[in-house]
């Protein structure tokens, strides 16, 4: 009898749950960003967190639980139960680059909710430099090997693989050195210190405007609106895309009625005319995708990214 009791209201629990969502949010919500408070991610989801707020009437905590590249803020989540009120917004690196490191959590398994922004990584060169197009760049880098160095946000990143995929392709040698941020690498190139970067496009653009940098390629699939004469990696090597992303995902289990409700809820909040301002100021371009979108953007970049590993990898043994 009770065997039977509690079947019945196991069933009753799923039939309700999408009526539910109905209804939802009763309670505060979390949203869990894996880095310091004041960076991109975390100015980006404070923004929508405004409008979630105004839109809901509930309270919109955002959590910083940053270190060791994210992960520790993304095991978080992966271990928090699904109860529809904790999420994460994430970066490019967490979820889609496998970096070897030992992870307690399957980064397929989260719930994608929304892709919420994009923005294409540029490769730059300090002015000191004697190249003006990627083809000058290798060529240079073939005459002199090991001459000339990159710098990046540190090892795993979308910016440091695109420069190792491009070394492994061009058949070139570029020296790495890492930074612990994108922030003091950039202070680098521009003071000199390195000579090339591939690097968020944010950044660069008002360096680039100035002379201080030039930039010699995008990592979009097209050419940028924000440097409208500057040639897409495509153009040049079929296929090569390196950009970053943000985007929300919820712990595994989480209910597609809440998924959907949620995504719905952070598209409209990024279209709120000052959010757009600010994203648009910040050279970010606005997505705002259906859960179902995210999933299968997310399986391309899983993909692009691994084929760059295997390709670097096999430079690296030869």
């Given at each position: 009898m009770l065997t039977r009791l509690f079947?019945?209201?196991?069933?009753?629990?799923?039939?309700?749950?999408?009526?539910?969502?109905?209804?939802?949010?009763?309670?505060?919500?979390?949203?869990?960003?894996?880095a310091a408070a004041g960076g991109g991610l975390d100015r980006v989801v404070r923004l929508i967190a405004e409008r979630l707020r105004a839109k809901w009437g509930q309270p919109v905590v955002i959590e910083n639980r940053g270190g060791a590249g994210g992960v520790?803020?993304?095991?978080?989540?992966?271990?928090?139960?699904?109860?529809?009120?904790?999420?994460?917004?994430v970066g490019t690196g967490q979820l889609v680059i496998d970096r070897n490191t030992k992870v307690n959590y399957d980064p397929v398994a989260f719930a994608p909710v929304s892709l919420v922004t994009t923005a294409p990584n540029v490769l730059v060169v300090h002015p000191r430099v004697a190249a003006g197009t990627v083809q000058e760049l290798i060529a240079l880098a073939k005459a002199h090997p090991d001459r000339l160095n990159y710098a990046s946000q540190g090892i795993g990143t979308t910016q440091h693989l695109s420069v190792e995929y491009l070394k492994s392709v061009a058949g070139i040698n570029i020296v790495h050195v890492p930074f612990g941020g994108g922030a003091p690498a950039l202070v680098a190139l521009v003071g000199g210190q390195v000579d090339v970067m591939f690097t968020e496009?944010?950044?660069?653009?008002?360096?680039?405007?100035?002379?201080?940098?030039?930039?010699?390629?995008?990592?979009?699939?097209?050419?940028?609106?924000?440097?409208?004469?500057?040639?897409?990696?495509?153009e040049l090597l079929p296929d090569f895309v390196s950009m970053t992303w943000q985007g929300l995902?919820?712990?595994?289990?989480?209910?597609?009625?809440?998924?959907?409700?949620?995504?719905?809820?952070?598209?409209?909040?990024?279209?709120?005319?000052?959010?757009?301002?600010?994203?648009?100021?910040?050279?970010?371009?606005?997505?705002?995708?259906?859960?179902?979108?995210?999933?299968?953007?997310?399986?391309?970049?899983?993909?692009?990214?691994?084929?760059?590993m295997r390709a670097v990898a096999a430079t690296s043994a030869r």
């Open positions: 079947g019945l209201l196991l069933a009753a629990t799923f039939v309700l749950s999408p009526a539910c969502a109905q209804d939802y949010p009763g309670r505060p919500i979390t949203i869990v960003v894996p520790i803020g993304t095991e978080f989540v992966a271990r928090a139960a699904p109860d529809d009120y904790t999420f994460l917004f496009i944010s950044g660069i653009l008002q360096h680039v405007r100035t002379g201080q940098l030039r930039a010699l390629a995008v990592g979009s699939e097209k050419r940028n609106v924000l440097l409208p004469d500057v040639p897409a990696m495509s995902v919820a712990p595994p289990g989480t209910p597609p009625a809440i998924t959907a409700k949620v995504s719905a809820a952070v598209a409209e909040a990024i279209r709120h005319p000052e959010v757009a301002k600010q994203l648009v100021e910040s050279s970010l371009d606005l997505i705002g995708s259906t859960p179902e979108e995210m999933a299968a953007f997310m399986r391309v970049e899983r993909e692009r990214w691994r084929k760059v």
